[in-house]
């Protein structure tokens, strides 16, 4: 059964940069045709794509956050990770990580497994 | 990237039927089957509940179904349970090659 989990420091000051990883169990980041994404959810508000990313490398990602974020595999660890440069109080939310269900005409279709999430704030 | 529209709330009593609607343009919800509904539970992570507009994936109660009207995408749940409370999101593919999700709509089941 294919499981993910999000990991990185809990706590982030302004202006640096928040880093995430997400370790896929039980299944391969190799996977032909799976992306893999982020997304998180800030506190009282709604959900947001953040970007996604093929083993191969090819990436989408959110335009409003597009000058701020990259992200990486590294499928010799079976992971896939997230920065996100300059960080403001803005940023402060729940991160999840999730895998995409593949479709034929474009990258994937819809979010169907999501690891836990992991509460991340930005403060001094 | 605008977000896709959806009520902020719904309610109604057990065993009722509830629709969530979802609004976008013809540049996502309208101009592609690619809308997904997702539920999360208080402090849990997001569960798909139905993909391409009408799919259920495996293990999801046949309660949950998904329609698709011109821009505007739904959700209906029937024989309201008070174990469907929770927040309900739907996201759609856009013609930028990006995922835009709605705001959200809690349910309340009365």
């Known amino acids: 059964q294919l499981q993910l989990q999000e990991s990185g420091p809990g706590l982030v000051k302004p202006s640096e940069t928040l880093s995430l990883t997400c370790t896929v169990s039980?299944?391969?980041?190799?996977?032909?045709?799976?992306?893999w994404g982020w997304i998180r959810r800030p506190p009282g508000k709604g959900l947001e794509w953040i970007g996604s990313?093929?083993?191969?490398?090819?990436?989408y990602y959110n335009p409003s956050l597009k000058s701020r974020v990259t992200i990486s595999v590294d499928t010799s660890k079976n992971q896939f990770s997230l920065r996100l440069s300059s960080v403001t109080a803005a940023d402060t939310a729940v991160y999840y990580c999730?895998?995409?269900?593949?479709?034929?005409?474009?990258?994937?279709?819809?979010?169907?497994?999501w690891g836990q999430g992991t509460m991340v704030t930005v403060s001094s | 990237q605008s977000a896709l529209t959806q009520p902020a709330s719904v309610s109604g009593s057990p065993g009722q039927s509830i629709t969530i609607s979802c609004t976008g343009t013809?540049?996502?919800?309208?101009?592609?089957?690619?809308v997904s509904w997702y539920q999360q539970l208080p402090g849990k992570a997001p569960k798909l509940m139905i993909y391409?507009?009408?799919n259920r994936p495996s293990g999801v109660s046949y309660r949950f179904s998904g329609s698709k009207s011109g821009n505007t995408a739904s959700l209906t749940i029937s024989g309201l349970q008070a174990e469907d409370e929770a927040d309900y999101y739907c996201?759609?593919?856009?013609?930028?090659?990006?995922?835009?999700f709605g705001g959200g709509t809690k349910l309340t089941v009365l």
């Open positions: 391409d507009v009408t």
């Open positions: 013809s540049s996502d919800v309208g101009g592609y089957n690619y």
């Open positions: 999730a895998r995409c269900l593949p479709a034929v005409a474009v990258a994937f279709r819809a979010f169907d497994i």
């Open positions: 039980g299944g391969s980041i190799s996977s032909r045709s799976y992306y």
């Open positions: 990313i093929y083993y191969g490398g090819s990436t």
């Open positions: 996201s759609s593919y856009t013609s930028s090659s990006t995922w835009v």
